[in-house]
């Protein structure tokens, strides 16, 4: 059972969150503060950290910067209020893995934590390094299967961490960027489904895609996805089969109008969590590259 550390100072609000995540299997403990939540994560590493952003003493961003610091196998998700998306976006700098407004807790919450805990129990707990490995090219072609996503962002990650190029905590932003990427050409490539419809209804949204991955021609679309490996970098390029568009058409990630939309939010983590991000002319293809970080 994945254990979860919720911060939150409300009471309402932190039986809302216990009760989001226990009706789904995890197990949930509560504390009101930073302090005692670094606390319980020295006792016993949680899985997760789901933290509010005010509470007193120390508030959500500066305990997500002191996670990160000395627990840095520690993932956290940040709970945001409507219009505080420059907090959002701090957070994601600072070493959040992901935050979720307020206002949809109980569509997104879990996913979020799903998601996160797939890619982050793919990581081993130790490495053996192959310091004789030099470069590493590697190709995949996906079928349109979202279970098949978190195992290639695991290998991948087990990659980048051969070559040392960062952290555990940067290979996990690193991570959730891939996931972001290859749900993207999925979804909104090969199945041509539109954001708008999510913005609308989540879950109408997700049984939508479910039935159009069964019909021509969208069932036989692939991901592509090459990686290419070396002790200074690490590139990724990730296309879909679909006809693409305008890359005038694709959100600004900077624009905080942006952030709270569903829609909005992968586009901004793969921003903030690699260091370039480009598309090629018609928008069906991403290259994500992340740099070796100084030590």
Known sequence: MSRILVVEDSHSQSVLLKGVLEAHGFEVTIVAEGIAALEAISRQPPHVVVTDMLMPGMNGLELVEQVRKRFPRVPTILITEYGSEDVAAEALHRGAVGYIPKRRIDSDLVPCVERVLGIAKGNPRHRKLIDELVTNELRFVLDNDLSVVPHLVSHLQDCVGLMQLCDETAQLRLGIALSEAMTNAIYHGNLELSSELRNADGRNWFDFAQNRSQEAPYRDRQVHVAASLTRES???????????????????????????????????????????????AVANEITLVKRREPK
């Open 234 to 280: 690490a590139k990724f390029v990730i296309r879909d089969d679909g006809f693409g568009f305008s890359p005038a058409q694709l959100s600004d990630p900077c624009d905080q109008a942006n952030l709270a939309k569903a829609s909005g939010r992968g586009l901004l983590l793969i921003h903030c969590f690699v260091d370039e991000v480009s598309h090629n």
